[in-house]
């Protein structure tokens, strides 16, 4: 696809410098099969396969937090943004292909007439396609994307003077976070918020549980191909030797924890290698990787959520059946 010179002008990338500490696919793959019980972080999910096939799974009669979202975003993007003073910046975490985020990039358009957009992805292609697109539908837009983690990205655009901000994470993405994980990740957003920043975070909310089910155990087995894509990754970019046919998907809803886990069990007693990492892995029959987990919230929860992490809880919008929620937070 070709972009003009004018078009590619209002488009600023930067790429932040990557440390010890940072993300590794190898390193965490590595701790994650020698760990008992084994485990793959969720972030890994989305290569270009991954991306694509997640794209399919928000598309399934089943999967109800995409088109959930999304119809709340139509109904109400004008009133969560109501807050902006006209000068308001729009932030967000995880951004992807940023096509529910249109809404309310139309949304601070149509009040303040122009819009700064900050993307923090930790994939660049995503980021620079998506910005692309982004700009050549709205001429009033001007985007910096970071291809950055959420923590790096985020405080580099705090650190720049904005009059006011509106920081977005959709798509109930905090749910992929262990408790404490996400408190900590809230905590160091709080901190770099000022008075009049806002604060928009998506969550999934509880619900029965065959609902649940049927949404991470699909029909047409996208999201068992999704997940068993970690494997296939792990076989193509670190010379893995898994046989994928001898995995199998698994999904259920922890009652105990309100959580929807994700696994891929081992179908049988075998022995792994992988080449880059110079090791091989023994799976008994029935061992699991466990791959994602997804917790599901209520209102008590959001609201012991901001009292932990310093926020407020300024307003709230749900669909009619109350299984998605989109929660406006402020600084306390």
């Known amino acids: 696809m070709h972009f003009d010179a004018a078009l590619d002008a209002r488009l600023q990338i930067e790429l932040e410098t990557i440390t010890e500490a940072a993300p590794s696919f190898a390193k965490d793959v590595l701790a994650g099969l020698s760990a008992n019980p084994k485990t793959l972080p969720p972030m890994y999910f989305y290569d270009a396969a991954g991306s694509k096939l997640f794209e399919k799974i928000c598309e399934l009669p089943e999967y109800y937090l995409t088109r959930t979202e999304r119809a709340i975003l139509q109904r109400d993007a004008p009133e969560?943004?109501?807050?902006?003073?006209?000068?308001?910046?729009?932030?967000?975490?995880?951004?992807?292909s940023s096509s529910k985020t249109r809404l309310l990039i139309e949304a601070l358009i149509a009040r303040q007439n122009h819009l700064h957009y900050f993307p923090i992805d930790?994939?660049?292609?995503?980021?620079?396609?998506?910005?692309?697109?982004?700009?050549?539908?709205?001429?009033?837009?001007?985007?910096?994307?970071?291809?950055?983690?959420?923590?790096?990205?985020?405080?580099?655009?705090?650190?720049?003077?904005?009059?006011?901000?509106?920081?977005?994470?959709?798509?109930?993405?905090?749910?992929?976070f262990e408790p404490q994980q996400a408190h900590t990740l809230l905590r160091n957003i709080r901190q770099q918020l000022n008075d009049d920043d806002y604060f928009l975070l998506g969550t999934d909310m509880q619900?029965?549980?065959?609902?649940?089910?049927?949404?991470?155990?699909?029909?047409?087995?996208?999201?068992?191909?999704?997940?068993?894509?970690?494997?296939?990754?792990?076989n193509r970019e670190l010379a893995g030797e898994f046989d994928v046919d001898l995995f199998e998907h698994v999904a259920f809803y922890n009652v105990a924890?309100?959580?929807?886990?994700?696994?891929?069990?081992?179908?049988?007693v075998q022995n792994i290698c992988v080449g880059r990492l110079d090791r091989?892995?023994?799976?008994?029959?029935?061992?699991?990787?466990?791959?994602?987990?997804?917790?599901?919230?209520?209102?008590?929860?959001i609201k012991k959520i901001c009292a932990y992490t310093g926020f407020r809880l300024v307003q709230?919008?749900?669909d009619n059946r109350g299984y998605f929620s989109l929660n406006l937070l402020a600084p306390a």
């Open 280 to 301: 091989s892995f023994h799976f008994a029959k029935g061992e699991t990787i466990h791959t994602e987990n997804s917790h599901k919230y209520n209102l008590e929860q």
């Open 207 to 234: 619900k029965d549980s065959r609902i649940l089910h049927a949404a991470y155990n699909d029909a047409q087995g996208i999201t068992a191909a999704f997940n068993l894509n970690l494997l296939r990754r792990i």
């Open 122 to 176: 930790i994939s660049p292609t995503i980021l620079a396609h998506s910005a692309k697109q982004l700009l050549r539908d709205y001429p009033e837009l001007l985007v910096t994307a970071y291809v950055a983690d959420y923590d790096t990205g985020f405080r580099r655009i705090a650190a720049e003077h904005f009059t006011q901000k509106l920081v977005i994470f959709l798509g109930s993405s905090l749910g992929n």
């Open 80 to 96: 969560i943004v109501a807050r902006a003073n006209g000068e308001m910046a729009l932030v967000e975490l995880g951004s992807g």
């Open 257 to 268: 924890r309100s959580r929807i886990e994700m696994h891929l069990r081992s179908k049988t």
């Open 316 to 318: 709230r919008w749900q």
